[in-house]
């Protein structure tokens, strides 16, 4: 494959997490029976007209900052026209010579490289209803069909990149951090599987060393980010197979048949698309306000690349760690509040990732939704520093704070679960232990140094956990000399 | 002026008979000639008007208010079948 | 005579009710044995709904009766072309691919003068989907101009200006994008106003070309108008292209007095190609102007000229991708001849639409399509950019702009249906104000051989008062708007 460089660039669509559709105030919470959140305007009757969602646009000026994109000072609305029964009005009201905005990038690592993708533009446009096709599982060999318009009038936003993927396993982490990027600011769910993130993608092979680009071809029907990785690899194949033959890649549309692996070509006996773009006269220019574009790159905050950074340079974590911390906003944001009270990082890294995330992921919860806040949990941690609680109770501890809420202190009061600081008490126990398991005692006594281990369990068993295991240990072998 | 009547026909959906296709074909070609007197007017920089009184960014809060009787829009439809509009074979 | 009520004019009605002498069922009696009588030969209306209008009219008298303070429209029938959507009630576009089609909701201006208490007779006859000047392209019926019955009552709101004419209705709703509320009124002898664009809501309005259509009322007299524009302008959150300029009391400012008024005559407009009886009578009422105390002098718009081509590209344009939902799949007509999808579409499509329709399709497919759209759509929106500059300069010198409505009368029917461009060509008077998005009012300042002439003031954008304070005073100080056809 090394005698061919690839040329990728991809053509995404992201559904805005929005209450109401783009130009109607229909619902655009999924799940509803067929036509149910419809209008008039989102099925295209006779003398409807479109009213544009102000926080669609936000989000997408959101997303375009996200991306180092410049806002546009003007855009506009364009009809595409094109006939399709899940497009109610025969057109599509989407951007088309004026988009929202242009010129950005996004960074992704890919295999520990650091690649910076361009992004052409973003724009906003509305979805089309949804298609049900009888008697087939795909459109081809479908006798009828059944048009569900609930999904009409979504908001999309279409993000372009430039040509600069060089790899379809590129593709896929391009794909893989733009969903995290997306999520992250919360301008979309970015599902490929719930179809809240698509792709399509247009992809050329060239001689290696050539600059000019290759034919192109164009693949759809890609429903997963594995899917993106596997359909151009399949379609990188295919054209590397045609050019070593000495022919000439036919300029058309694939779909990815996700069973064989394999890109299907369309029997195109389809009319070229002459969309006929013209300006909305329905809708009027967008001039976004300088104000208004300033309050969004507020909302946004700080992107979850740089957090990563500043956990790794400023507090010391390993990469790995900040890479998990960072997914998303909410997980990140507790750490950062822990780590304002607590000294040790590291120390919170661990409990965050560990065990606090077993617990939720075991209860179906989320990090927003829970009772143990940062601070308690800072608390926490710093009676284990101090030596008032052990680490392993307070594995158990923090359990039942999350169960109950409850703070350390108290807790630990209700239960007794000090460490024992006393060493009498300790003794006690550690004499108890040896009287109760004369076998091992023996076994240790005649050079089986494993079986301390043991015994120090025996010892962490009777006190409760409440005893230091280090301590306890050194107590028995004093004992067992 | 030959325009391309088969093309323009299939793009706008229209199924024209052939006599038509021949009347059309004539009155387009007189109407789109007379269009062309425009060339004889100088626009050389003048900026081109989508809105003859200009505005902008008219939006709305985004807030849901259900439509209400999706029943009235579905009774128009020509085929129906489990609540959705049904349509033939779209493949040939 | 009870039965005479249905000549009266709003205004006079409105006193009446008010007064209790009259009910709002009264007068819809009137205007419906008047439409027994004369619709056999006028054929203004797509749909008749006699018992909804009764119904409505029994609510306005409560409402009268209770002492509310009622709006002067309270009770007054007015008729609505069939393209604007009624819920409910057929909507046809008089266009066989809708000859079925109940919308599941009203249009903004039907709402309005429905909370008023206004009762709709019917909805009246249009050339199909508004493109036309003449209805002659209504897909049912043409309709006969009450003056002259072998003449076309003009188009494409020729319906609702015929019904007017032939006190069918007190008062009626049109539609305007090339002139299609004016050019009606004048050759029915009636006042049709086109507003400012953006001035009346267009939610509703089942679109043909959406930067040109507006909404207006077409009347038996100024005052009329001025009611109802009172009553359907102002902002409407649903309509993006509604402005949000507050509406002035239009009733208020009809004074009779044109004193100092600057106005300038369109010399573009009354030279070649305008009829010489219609010349005469646009030149007289000039005349009445200025003794009115007005000053009249000539003024060009050159770039007039351009006004058609450049209008016969952006209107099919829009047209073509407006008109593209009518495709069988989710309302009016589908085919049964429909194997699949592709067929159903071009069958449908066949079947519904009508010559005009097909062919100003045709055009605006054609110029929007790859390698035609710099040429000609392009183009056409830079001319607009010099036509709506023209205006702007001559607003600049004149306070109102006047000229023939149409270059003729009203012209026999048939004489120009088989030569398109002929038709278009008689817009020339009316299309360069909906480029512009100025509002204009048509009302009769004459005659020619027994059929009315039309008198056309432009106004600039959004001073509609000042278009209503000249018009009010030309009326008052002439008797056209007295003359009544004799059917």
């Known amino acids: 494959m090394s005698k061919y460089g690839t040329v990728i660039g991809l053509e995404t669509h992201a559904q805005l997490l929005t209450e109401s559709k783009m130009f109607c105030s229909c619902s655009t919470k999924f799940g509803a029976k067929p036509n ?3 209008c008039p305007v989102c099925t295209g009757q006779p003398g409807v007209l479109p009213v544009l969602n102000k926080r ?17 000072k003007m855009s506009i609305f364009a009809r595409k026209n094109y006939f399709y029964p899940d497009n109610p009005k025969d057109y599509q009201i989407s951007q088309y010579e004026l988009p929202l905005a242009t010129g950005g990038h996004l960074e992704i690592v890919v295999e520990g490289v650091k690649r910076r993708i361009g992004i052409t533009r973003i724009h906003l446009e509305e979805d089309a209803g949804k298609l049900v096709h009888k008697g087939a599982a795909r459109i081809m060999g479908a006798g009828e069909s059944l048009v569900d318009f609930n999904r009409a009038g979504t908001p999309l936003m279409e993000i372009v990149t430039e040509p600069d993927i060089r790899s379809p396993l590129e593709a896929k982490v391009f794909m893989e951090t733009l969903q995290h990027l997306l999520q992250f600011i919360g301008v979309c769910d970015a599902k490929m599987e719930e179809g809240s993130l698509r792709c399509d993608a247009n992809i050329s092979l060239r001689p290696a060393g050539e600059t000019k680009f290759g034919t192109k071809t164009e693949v759809k029907n890609m429903n997963s980010f594995r899917a993106v990785w596997k359909a151009l690899e399949a379609e990188e194949k295919r054209h590397a197979e045609v050019l070593d033959e000495g022919g000439k890649i036919a300029q058309e549309t694939r779909f990815f048949d996700d069973i064989n692996e394999t890109t299907i070509g369309m029997r195109s006996k389809e009319y070229a698309h002459d969309y006929r773009y013209f300006p909305e006269p329905d809708l009027v220019p967008i001039e976004p306000e300088p104000a208004w574009v300033e309050e969004i790159k507020r909302t946004l905050g700080e992107l979850p690349e740089k957090r990563k950074e500043r956990f790794v340079k400023e507090l010391g974590l390993p990469e790995a760690d900040a890479e998990i911390l960072i997914s998303t906003p909410a997980l990140s944001d507790y750490f950062e509040a822990c780590v304002k009270t607590y000294s040790k990082p590291k120390i919170a890294a661990n409990w965050i990732m560990g065990d606090l995330t077993a617990y939720l992921n075991a209860n179906g919860l989320t990090i927003d939704r829970i009772g143990l806040t940062p601070g308690k949990l800072a608390e926490m941690l710093e009676m284990i520093d101090k030596g008032t609680i052990s680490g392993k109770s307070a594995k158990t501890i923090l359990v039942e704070m999350l169960k109950t809420g409850k703070t350390v202190h108290d807790i630990v009061k209700e239960q007794g679960l000090t460490q024992i600081s006393d060493e009498g008490e300790l003794i006690k126990i550690v004499e108890e232990v040896i009287k109760q398991n004369p076998k091992q005692v023996e076994e240790f006594k005649s050079g089986k140094e494993t079986v301390i281990m043991f015994l120090v369990g025996q010892v962490m068993k009777a006190s409760k956990g409440r005893a230091k295991a280090d301590r306890a240990q050194e107590l028995l072998r004093k004992k067992l000399i | 002026m030959k325009i391309d009547v088969d093309h323009v026909a299939k793009l706008a959906r229209l199924g024209l008979t052939e006599e038509e296709k021949k009347l059309y074909g004539g009155q387009l070609a007189r109407i789109l000639d007379y269009a ?13 008007t989508t809105h003859a009184i200009p505005m902008k960014n008219v939006m709305r809060e985004d807030a849901v208010h259900p439509f209400g009787d999706p029943a009235a ?3 128009n439809a020509p085929q129906e079948e489990s609540g959705m509009f049904l349509v033939p074979r779209i493949v040939e | 005579m009870k039965n005479d009520l249905c000549k009266k004019t709003a205004h006079e009605l409105s006193s009446l009710l008010k007064k209790g002498e009259i009910s709002s069922v009264e007068i819809v009696d009137s205007v419906f044995s008047r439409i027994e009588a004369a619709e056999d030969k006028v054929k203004a209306f797509v749909s008749l709904n006699r018992d909804r209008a009764i ?16 709006d002067p429209l309270c009770g007054i029938p007015v008729a609505i072309k069939d393209n604007m959507c009624t819920r409910g009630i057929a909507t046809t576009c008089s266009s066989k691919i809708l000859a079925n089609y109940l919308p599941p909701y009203n249009a903004e201006v039907v709402d309005r003068l429905s909370a008023i208490g206004v009762p709709f007779p019917g ?37 609702s200006a015929a019904a007017v004419a032939a006190d069918e209705t007190i008062a009626a709703l049109g539609s305007d994008t090339g002139g299609s509320i004016r050019q009606p009124a004048a050759f029915c002898g009636v006042v049709g106003l086109k507003p400012t664009y953006g001035r009346v809501s267009r939610y509703g309005l089942v679109a043909f070309a959406s930067s040109l259509d507006q909404i207006g009322p077409i009347t038996k007299d100024v005052t009329d108008a001025a009611l109802i524009m009172n009553a359907i302008a102002g902002y409407d959150a649903k309509d993006s292209t509604s402005v949000n300029v507050p509406v002035p009391d239009y009733r208020s ?8 008024f600057r106005i300038g005559i369109i010399s573009e407009l009354v030279g070649k190609g305008i009829d010489e009886d219609v010349k005469n009578a646009v030149k007289e009422a000039a005349r009445v102007l200025e003794k009115l105390g007005a000053i009249v002098e000539e003024v060009s ?36 001849e429909a194997p699949d999808l592709l067929t159903m579409y071009y069958n449908t499509r066949r079947e519904g639409f009508g010559a005009e329709v097909k062919r100003r399709i045709m055009i605006g497919t054609y110029v929007l399509s790859a390698g035609y759209y710099d040429a000609y759509y392009l183009k056409a929106l830079k001319a607009r950019t010099l036509i709506k500059n023209d205006f702007n300069k001559a607003f600049e010198r004149f306070d109102a702009l006047i000229s023939p409505t149409a270059p003729s009368v009203a012209f026999k029917a048939g004489e120009k249906v088989s030569d398109p461009l002929a038709m278009y060509l008689s817009d020339i008077a009316t299309i360069p104000i909906n480029l512009a998005g100025v509002p204009a009012i048509s009302l009769p300042c004459g005659f020619s051989n027994g059929l009315p002439v039309g008198l056309q003031m432009i106004g600039e954008a959004f001073a509609e008062e000042k278009l209503f304070q000249l018009a009010y005073t030309y009326e008052q100080n002439t008797e056209w708007h007295k003359r009544k056809p004799s059917l």
């Open chain 2, 73 to 75: 829009i579905m009774a």
């Open chain 1, 56 to 72: 669609a646009v936000a989000l997408a000026i959101k997303t375009a900052i996200a991306l180092n994109c410049r806002i546009e």
């Open chain 3, 253 to 260: 400012v009809l004074v009779n007095n044109a004193k100092k």
């Open chain 1, 36 to 38: 149910t959140n419809i």
């Open chain 3, 301 to 336: 718009l050159p770039t007039f000229e351009y006004a058609c081509p450049t209008y016969y590209i952006i209107a099919p344009a829009e047209a073509s991708s407006n008109l593209a939902r009518y495709d069988g799949v989710k309302f009016g007509h589908r085919s049964k």
């Open chain 2, 36 to 48: 062309e007197t425009l060339n004889n007017l100088k626009t050389e920089g003048i900026e081109p």
């Open chain 3, 55 to 70: 119904e409505a009219a029994r609510a306005a008298d409560k409402l009268i009766k209770s002492g509310d303070n009622t």
């Open chain 3, 123 to 159: 909805k009246t006859n249009l050339d199909e989907f508004a493109m036309g000047s003449s209805t002659e392209n209504s897909g049912f019926h043409s309709t006969r101009n009450p003056w002259d019955l072998k003449a076309v009552p003009g188009g494409s709101s020729g319906g």
